[in-house]
């Protein structure tokens, strides 16, 4: 009960990364139960509960790549188009205010993901061990990876990039970590990686939307990924509750492709809708001013930050 | 009397304080700044996207000298403080006005030191 909680609680929290500095704070808080009621709860039943008829097609999703990170990470993609940008955003840098921190919080996500991904198989066993070691590699293998995407690109590797990519290593294994190898999930860390980098660095800088830490980027984009990589290294050796992926002579790639488009799909349609009634009735967006003075001002009264240097 | 502002390299403020030292100007007030000079600050790239040149950070030094230590100061500043690179810095000397000591209530070059 707890443990599905957690999962309800985190797929709308995955949002506010990208959105950050501009939603009214009334109105996020409102959001956050019509989307998890509405999008997250329907999603999860599709998925896991028994008669879901995602789960009758066969598809599979060990730990919530499509029902968390997919579905959290196109909603945070509508999100970030319906609110509109960042005043100066493109103009003026936008800098991560504190890299320690970024390290830190990516290793408490590191460290609290094998609760999900290896509790995922709801019990002790041989499986939740399979699970945690996929898990561990292919995050290796994705931070890694992208580190060393940005020192062919820039001639330098650094923090922000190598914890990015272990996050889209984590989404990406999410789904697949109880139903495939340790080897492909290096394989699937390395592409993950490869995919986010591109879509972040390449066709966000081109489409210009506003997606501060990159939820869509990282989690949209990884989870899709990672759903249907699912179909193609799946492998009932591994999981004898799984199924056989493309790879494994199995017909498992189906399922996950119809997944990976109707989830999305059916929670970008359902954020627009929940967004354009809290915006109709509270209207979304904080004021110009408000947002030039700082949210944790206007919005709490408080400043996050009173020691400097 | 001359009030003397120096921006230089936070690497290099020890240098320079102790070739203020052997000048025999001991007295100084030494502040954390940001800044940027022709070289237009540093690029910075986040993940995969590059911001345009940040501030940089520089080490600024405000000294109150009697017009027999001008020189001496700035000599002693320019020797700590150069190593050729560009982004040394900048020495500007104003002329001051007054100076008073709060303590005592003594004026001008009486007060300098």
């Known amino acids: 009960m707890v443990f599905q909680c957690m999962f309800a609680v985190i797929t709308p929290a995955l949002m506010i990364g990208a959105f950050a500095e501009r939603m009214k704070f009334s109105a996020f808080l409102v959001f956050t139960i019509l989307w998890a009621t509405f999008v997250y709860d329907p999603l999860a039943h599709w998925v896991w509960g028994t008669g879901g008829w995602m789960r009758n097609l066969g598809g599979l999703d060990f730990a919530g790549g499509i029902v968390v990170h997919a579905s959290s990470g196109v909603s945070a993609l509508v999100l970030c188009l319906l609110l509109g940008k960042r005043v100066g955003y493109q103009k003026t840098p936008f800098r991560p205010h504190n890299l320690p921190f970024t390290v830190l919080g990516g290793a408490l996500l590191w460290f609290g993901w094998f609760g999900f991904n290896a509790g995922s198989a709801l019990a002790a066993n041989d499986l939740a061990a399979k699970a945690f070691v996929t898990t561990h590699i292919a995050t290796a293998a994705a931070g890694l990876t992208w580190a060393l995407i940005e020192w062919q690109q820039h001639g330098k590797p650094t923090v922000l990039g190598t914890v990015t990519g272990a996050v889209a290593g984590l989404v990406a294994i999410t789904p697949a970590c109880g139903f495939v190898n340790p080897m492909n999930a290096i394989f699937i860390g390395m592409t993950v990686a490869l995919i986010c980098y591109l879509a972040i660095a390449v066709v966000k800088a081109r489409l210009g939307y506003d997606d501060a830490l990159d939820a869509f980027g990282v989690h949209g984009v990884g989870g899709i990924w990672g759903t249907i990589a699912v179909g193609l290294f799946a492998e009932k050796a591994v999981n004898a509750a799984g199924a056989d992926g493309l790879f494994f002579g199995g017909a498992q790639l189906w399922p996950q492709c119809i997944m990976a488009v109707a989830a999305p799909l059916f929670a970008g349609v359902m954020t627009f809708v929940i967004y354009k009634l809290v915006d109709a009735v509270m209207c979304a967006r904080v004021k110009e001013k408000d947002e030039t003075i700082g949210l944790d001002l206007t919005q709490q009264s408080e400043a996050a930050y009173t020691v400097i240097e | ?113």
Do not use: W
Not at chain 2, 91 to 110: A, K
């Open chain 2, 1 to 113: 009397m001359k009030y003397i502002i120096a921006v230089i390299q936070p690497h290099k403020l020890d240098e320079v304080m102790a070739a203020l030292e052997r000048a025999e100007i001991p007295l100084v007030t030494v502040s954390n700044v940001l800044g940027r000079g022709r070289q237009k600050g540093v690029t910075e790239v986040y993940r995969g996207t590059k911001e345009a040149g940040s501030l940089l950070k520089k080490v600024k030094l405000e000294i109150a000298v009697n017009e027999a230590f001008v020189a001496p100061a700035i000599e002693a500043i320019t020797q700590g403080a150069r190593t050729g690179e560009i982004g040394d810095g900048k020495i500007f000397v104003l002329d001051l006005g007054e100076v008073i000591r709060i303590r005592t209530g003594e004026r001008g070059g009486e007060a300098i030191g």
